[in-house]
């Protein structure tokens, strides 16, 4: 244990999936062309008046609920004035004082052990544009078609602890936002972005150390090895008599250290105001109640569900729920053929390698995938009737990627139906004994795992289609003797 705590705060923003941005008509859609997704509105033009999209309100209610925030009845928009070329208007609308969402948490599990992290609030605002830098040349370019990209800001309060609690914390806040259909989570394309706040005090002290933000955070590795190398950082500093800088510190991921990027600033330094071309936001009991009707299933929910419906472990509940689609798949394959457990397996194992070696891990429709519930499923009913041996199973799986054929049929095309028949098997096993009296010696004298060789030597035999089990049974039976 080192002589320093580390306190931990998460700031998330999360770009909405509505078609158009939050004050203007314009799309929302990512990877258009550069500034073409742009009006006069987006671009702060003089005289033009924002006009509030309403979807964004039901989404920052949807994700309130979610994550079991109180919805104010009353909420405010404000004005955060700062000069960058991203943006603008010279300020970003978004909420201050009166956020449309307080307090809240999310449940976490580390280790065995669960925790609460408890949230700060929610709040509404628009996103800015993206600066493009062109290692060619002295320029820089600006992207204007995330002006207006509306956003949820997610606070936690400074609860976290170590670099694995915030991940946690992340894969379920992302979870949550995928099965509400809100965000779709993406952080290589910047829809899911952090800001991860930290700062380190001596163990046993209440009073908070000064706090360091951390950007460019693109992915979990990103936040956790980022934290990690952060306290590191900020601890060896005041071993060593240094004050720890009120500052803003961008993550290089090749180099896997925080660079200073510029002084921090506090709230006052934003200026912050009412913005006076926004009514106060009201939002009604009765909004909240549709809403809050229309909820989907939730991933905490669905994860309980598969542990009591399908007597599925803990830690097969956790990873198959932590992805709506993981779950939608798994649910499609047991609906097909019923052995959850096996499903399960089949879908964290090979299913989930081949989804993340194709980098379709940030796709969210099965669609898209190379393999479909139904052949999983026929592969599994082979492997229950003993028509395959579980090693063949994988061969198959192989052949099924971007096929339309069952399993049944690759089996029966490429004649893999595993061999059960006793008198076969029985035959090769005195192939395989046959002047090996030594070794059969060696098991009769009490050499047990002799028993796996003369297996192995009868699966190679058969080139694999041998029924391990039966082979098992007949060799135990034969060396018996």
């Given at each position: 244990?080192?002589?320093?705590?580390?306190?931990?705060?998460?700031?998330?923003?999360?770009?909405?999936?509505?078609?158009?941005?939050?004050?203007?008509?314009?799309?929302?859609?990512?990877?258009?062309?550069?500034?073409?997704?742009?009006?006069?509105?987006?671009?702060?033009?003089?005289?033009?008046?924002?006009?509030?999209?309403?979807?964004?309100?039901?989404?920052?209610?949807?994700?309130?609920?979610?994550?079991?925030?109180?919805?104010?009845?009353?909420?405010?928009?404000?004005?955060?004035?700062?000069?960058?070329?991203?943006?603008?208007?010279?300020?970003?609308?978004?909420?201050?004082?009166?956020?449309?969402?307080?307090?809240?948490?999310?449940?976490?599990?580390?280790?065995?052990?669960?925790?609460?992290?408890?949230?700060?609030?929610?709040?509404?605002?628009?996103?800015?544009?993206?600066?493009?830098?062109?290692?060619?040349?002295?320029?820089?370019?600006?992207?204007?078609?995330?002006?207006?990209?509306?956003?949820?800001?997610?606070?936690?309060?400074?609860?976290?602890?170590?670099?694995?609690?915030?991940?946690?914390?992340?894969?379920?806040?992302?979870?949550?936002?995928?099965?509400?259909?809100?965000?779709?989570?993406?952080?290589?394309?910047?829809?899911?972005?952090?800001?991860?706040?930290?700062?380190?005090?001596?163990?046993?002290?209440?009073?908070?150390?000064?706090?360091?933000?951390?950007?460019?955070?693109?992915?979990?590795?990103?936040?956790?090895?980022?934290?990690?190398?952060?306290?590191?950082?900020?601890?060896?500093?005041?071993?060593?008599?240094?004050?720890?800088?009120?500052?803003?510190?961008?993550?290089?991921?090749?180099?896997?250290?925080?660079?200073?990027?510029?002084?921090k600033e506090d709230s006052h330094d934003y200026r912050y105001f009412p913005e006076p071309d926004l009514l106060p936001l009201e939002v009604s009991e009765e909004w909240i109640d549709r809403v809050r009707a229309e909820l989907p299933e939730l991933p905490y929910d669905r994860e309980r569900r598969f542990r009591?419906?399908?007597?599925?472990?803990?830690?097969?509940?956790?990873?198959?729920?932590?992805?709506?689609?993981?779950?939608?798949?798994?649910?499609?394959?047991?609906?097909?053929?019923?052995?959850?457990?096996?499903?399960?397996?089949?879908?964290?194992?090979?299913?989930?390698?081949?989804?993340?070696?194709?980098?379709?891990?940030?796709?969210?429709?099965?669609?898209?995938?190379?393999?479909?519930?139904?052949?999983?499923?026929?592969?599994?009913?082979?492997?229950?009737?003993?028509?395959?041996?579980?090693?063949?199973?994988?061969?198959?799986?192989?052949?099924?990627?971007?096929?339309?054929?069952?399993?049944?049929?690759?089996?029966?095309?490429?004649?893999?139906?595993?061999?059960?028949?006793?008198?076969?098997?029985?035959?090769?096993?005195?192939?395989?004994?046959?002047?090996?009296?030594?070794?059969?010696?060696?098991?009769?004298?009490?050499?047990?795992?002799?028993?796996?060789?003369?297996?192995?030597?009868?699966?190679?035999?058969?080139?694999?289609?041998?029924?391990?089990?039966?082979?098992?049974?007949?060799?135990?039976?034969?060396?018996?003797?």
């Amino acid at each position: 244990m080192t002589a320093y705590e580390p306190v931990i705060g998460l700031e998330v923003h999360a770009e909405l999936l509505t078609n158009s941005k939050i004050f203007c008509g314009c799309s929302a859609r990512f990877g258009a062309e550069p500034n073409q997704n742009t009006c006069p509105l987006c671009l702060g033009m003089p005289g033009v008046l924002p006009v509030l999209n309403r979807q964004v309100v039901a989404f920052a209610i949807k994700a309130g609920i979610a994550i079991h925030c109180d919805i104010q009845p009353l909420s405010r928009w404000a004005r955060k004035n700062y000069f960058y070329p991203d943006l603008p208007k010279g300020y970003q609308i978004s909420q201050f004082e009166l956020p449309i969402c307080l307090g809240g948490h999310i449940d976490i599990n580390v280790d065995g052990e669960s925790r609460s992290i408890a949230l700060t609030r929610i709040h509404m605002e628009e996103d800015t544009g993206k600066n493009i830098h062109d290692a060619h040349s002295d320029s820089s370019l600006v992207d204007y078609n995330r002006c207006g990209v509306p956003l949820l800001e997610i606070v936690s309060e400074p609860e976290i602890r170590t670099p694995a609690e915030a991940g946690a914390y992340l894969r379920k806040l992302r979870a949550i936002l995928q099965y509400l259909e809100v965000c779709d989570g993406n952080m290589e394309e910047g829809s899911f972005r952090c800001d991860a706040n930290i700062s380190v005090r001596p163990r046993g002290q209440k009073e908070l150390g000064t706090k360091v933000e951390i950007k460019n955070l693109n992915s979990f590795r990103s936040v956790e090895r980022a934290i990690e190398h952060e306290i590191e950082r900020q601890g060896k500093a005041l071993d060593a008599g240094q004050t720890i800088a009120q500052e803003t510190r961008l993550w290089d991921a090749d180099r896997e250290i925080t660079r200073s990027m510029r002084s921090k600033e506090d709230s006052h330094d934003y200026r912050y105001f009412p913005e006076p071309d926004l009514l106060p936001l009201e939002v009604s009991e009765e909004w909240i109640d549709r809403v809050r009707a229309e909820l989907p299933e939730l991933p905490y929910d669905r994860e309980r569900r598969f542990r009591d419906q399908y007597d599925l472990p803990a830690y097969d509940a956790e990873v198959l729920t932590a992805r709506k689609d993981v779950a939608d798949f798994f649910e499609a394959v047991v609906s097909e053929h019923d052995n959850p457990k096996a499903a399960s397996n089949w879908v964290m194992g090979e299913l989930l390698r081949v989804v993340r070696d194709r980098k379709l891990d940030q796709e969210l429709v099965i669609a898209s995938w190379p393999v479909t519930p139904a052949q999983i499923a026929g592969l599994i009913a082979l492997i229950d009737d003993a028509t395959i041996s579980g090693k063949i199973a994988k061969t198959v799986f192989e052949e099924l990627l971007d096929s339309d054929q069952t399993a049944a049929a690759v089996v029966e095309s490429k004649g893999m139906s595993q061999v059960s028949d006793a008198g076969a098997l029985e035959a090769a096993i005195e192939e395989v004994l046959a002047g090996q009296d030594d070794k059969i010696a060696e098991y009769r004298s009490g050499k047990e795992k002799m028993l796996g060789f003369f297996v192995g030597q009868v699966m190679k035999k058969t080139q694999g289609k041998a029924n391990p089990k039966m082979v098992n049974q007949l060799l135990r039976k034969r060396l018996a003797g």
